[in-house]
């Protein structure tokens, strides 16, 4: 007995309790979940127990106890948590472990199976203190359910933690709760949002502290519906912004717009002296320049051909940018870096600029104009080559090396970004970009053979933001990546790709990327008789949209506007005619304009023509309906098809 007392003595603490104990009660069985919230969830969110403690202007804490159900293998991502750290970010601690469909425990997470890995690990331009800790709980199948639990100590207090528990279409969750304790003397400033009916903010006040309480329960899980709004508009959250913060010692306010730009600017200012040699090179470059856009252009093409971007996070880095100077030696910067160093550049040529802050790519949706808060993520300049915000005013990506001069195009255009100015910030809009923008302008000539092959040239214009895409692969993939690419996407039954190439259009107000394709089409359209069907609409079929199942959910949101224009001229084989053309087709709604029409030339071809027009719009939910429609309609227009005949020789 002596013998065994140093080995248990050495076991720990959670070993000798096991040792003398039974094992624990099962918890968070699956029957105990609503059958209501099962139904059509991937995974339902047990408990979600959030508390936000701010300590001070420059410090919080946010703990989190995580309890999912993952019912099939589509909500299997739920079963592995990560939590990010950087120098301004601590994580205390993160725990887990994993249940089986009864609540019998399967697994307690060991230190050992916590992993570290830092964001720059994988390879790529990055300047970062940036890292991740993760674990991975999943099972080989389910249902079963995780837990975890993780503290984060944050010295960064221009971010509050937001709230919102259900993060993914597929998710159900059955409690999700919110505190946030807050010194009186730092009032609290929150936006809710989509919060159900009757949901109520407890507000309490014990001693000096502001105590905040917010609660959810028993929401079904979101379908992932056609044309909806990005889920930050349909699930329900709150929102949480300080008032006053500190970072790094550098103290300024959120309350405003124009205080969150003051605090930006002067963490900045004095950042944009030039080398001697750059000033010189600058006034030799724009010594003939007729004009202010001359000189920004000039100024613009010297930044791409010099530089190169690399991400910059480091402590306060992720705000505060290198000096001008740094990218004048190095050729090399974040976008904050570039943007200031491009400001440097064109005030040396004369022309005044500046940064402005903006929440950059193609699916994020626009700022909250309403409530002033670090919204952004990415840094642009403005010049104004007359009042910040009007068309005229110039926008100029620091970042890219092949964008087009002027051009902000999904990634930033069509939205709100905060001005930096001595004055403090101002909010306006970015360049907006329409239908008259957005083209994709097409020709094809399609020639018919008497025994039902074809073959086809096809010129395709894209503009604007319909051009975005393809000119990532014209600059980011040689030709044999961008013909594959092409030719997996084209929705043809039979046919090899004969010709290809991608190129870009002559500098105009709107960059364009032109595609010229040769096809080959065996048995495209085979006589049937002396008769030969043929649909005209080679590459712009729009499908129809599946019927809603159950009541629609969201709103009806069409992000951009488009205009497509096709013209097709079917050259027919000797001996055939145009027997029967489809009815020419037109309709107009609050979801866009169609028109096609089918002629018969004097030259002997047939012509086909087919114009859509979609709008940019946000509708309510009860528009969806109308929307399918206007699709359904579009694809039966689609899919007529010309009828020709074979003459008697």
């Known amino acids: 007995m002596k013998a065994l007392l140093p080995l248990i003595a050495a076991l720990p603490l959670s070993s000798f309790l096991l040792l003398n104990s039974s094992p624990p009660a099962p918890k968070y069985a699956v029957e105990d979940i609503p059958a209501s919230l099962r139904e059509g969830a991937h995974a339902v969110l047990r ?31 739920f079963g592995r948590h990560s939590v990010g750290y950087d120098a301004l970010n601590t994580v205390s601690y993160l725990r887990g472990a994993v249940y089986d469909a009864s609540g019998r425990l399967l697994h307690q997470l060991r ?30 199948q389910g249902p079963y359910t995780v837990e975890f639990d993780y503290e984060i100590v944050s010295d960064n207090t221009l971010f509050y933690p937001d709230w919102q528990p259900q993060e993914e279409e597929g998710l159900a969750v059955q409690s999700a709760t919110l505190r946030v304790s807050t010194p009186t003397t730092l009032p609290l400033r929150y936006q809710e949002r989509q919060l159900p009916g009757g949901t109520t903010v407890a507000h309490t006040t014990a001693g000096n502290q502001e105590i905040y309480q917010w609660q959810l329960a028993n929401l079904p899980a979101l379908d992932d519906e056609e044309v909806a709004p990005p889920l930050a508009y349909t699930s329900p959250a709150v929102v949480l912004a300080p008032a006053a913060f500190e970072v790094q010692g550098h103290k300024g306010t959120a309350a405003s717009w124009q205080s969150f730009g003051q605090w930006n600017y002067e963490l900045n200012a004095g950042r944009d002296q030039l080398p001697p040699a750059i000033l010189a090179k600058v006034a030799a470059l724009v010594k003939d320049a007729p004009d202010a856009r001359t000189r920004a252009q000039r100024i613009y093409s010297m930044l ?8 910059v996070q480091l402590g306060l880095g992720g705000w505060q940018t290198f000096p001008a100077s740094s990218v004048a030696g190095n050729g090399y910067g974040d976008c904050k870096a570039l943007s200031n160093y491009t400001k440097a550049l064109l005030a040396a040529a004369g022309v005044p600029s500046y940064v402005a802050l903006v929440g950059a790519g193609s699916d994020r949706p626009d700022l909250r104009p309403d409530f002033p808060s670090s919204q952004f993520n990415h840094a642009i300049l403005c ?9 005229d005013t110039l926008w100029l990506e620091c970042t890219s090396q092949t964008n087009p001069f002027g051009y902000m195009g999904s990634f930033t255009g069509n939205r709100h970004a905060l001005l930096l100015t001595p004055q403090g910030g101002q909010l306006v809009a970015t360049p907006r970009y329409g239908a008259a923008e957005n083209r994709q302008v097409r020709r094809i000539d399609l020639f018919l053979d008497a025994v039902g092959g074809a073959t086809a040239t096809a010129r395709t214009l ?66 049937s008789g002396k008769r030969v069907f043929i649909n005209a609409n080679l590459l712009s079929r729009l499908p129809a949209l599946p019927t809603q199942v159950g009541e629609r959910q969201a709103a009806v949101w069409l992000p951009r506007a488009s205009l497509h224009a096709d ?40 012509q086909y023509t087919r114009r859509l027009e979609l ?21 039966i227009a689609d899919k007529a098809q010309a009828v020709l005949l074979k003459t008697e020789s």
Request: proline share 7%.
């Open 615 to 635: 709008k940019r719009a946000q509708l309510p939910r009860t528009a969806y309906a109308g929307y399918l429609d206007f699709r359904r309609k579009i694809s």
């Open 462 to 527: 894209r503009t604007g933001q319909e051009q975005d895409f393809y000119s990532q692969l014209l600059h980011e993939l040689g030709p044999a990546e961008q013909k594959k690419y092409v030719t997996d996407r084209l929705r043809l039954p039979t046919f090899t790709l004969t010709k290809f190439n991608l190129a870009a259009t002559p500098a105009s107000p709107t960059p364009g990327v032109v595609e010229t394709l040769g096809l080959s089409l065996p048995g495209f359209a085979v006589p």
């Open 47 to 77: 408990a979600d127990d959030e508390v936000v403690t701010i300590k001070s202007p420059g410090r919080l804490v946010h703990t989190v106890h995580r309890v999912i159900t993952v019912l099939d293998a589509a909500g299997d991502n």
């Open 111 to 140: 230190a050992a199976e916590v992993h570290d890995q830092g964001m720059g690990d994988a390879g790529g331009s990055f300047m970062t203190d940036v890292r991740v800790r993760y674990a991975d709980l999943r099972q080989p």
């Open 567 to 606: 013209t097709v001229r079917l050259h027919l084989p000797a001996g055939f005619r145009a027997e029967t053309l489809p009815v020419a087709v037109q309709f107009s709604t609050d979801y866009g304009t169609y028109a096609c029409q089918y002629q018969s030339l004097p030259d002997g071809t047939v």
């Open 304 to 311: 791409q051909g010099s530089t190169r971007y690399i991400s």
């Open 383 to 391: 010049v104004p080559m007359a009042q910040a915000g009007r068309p």
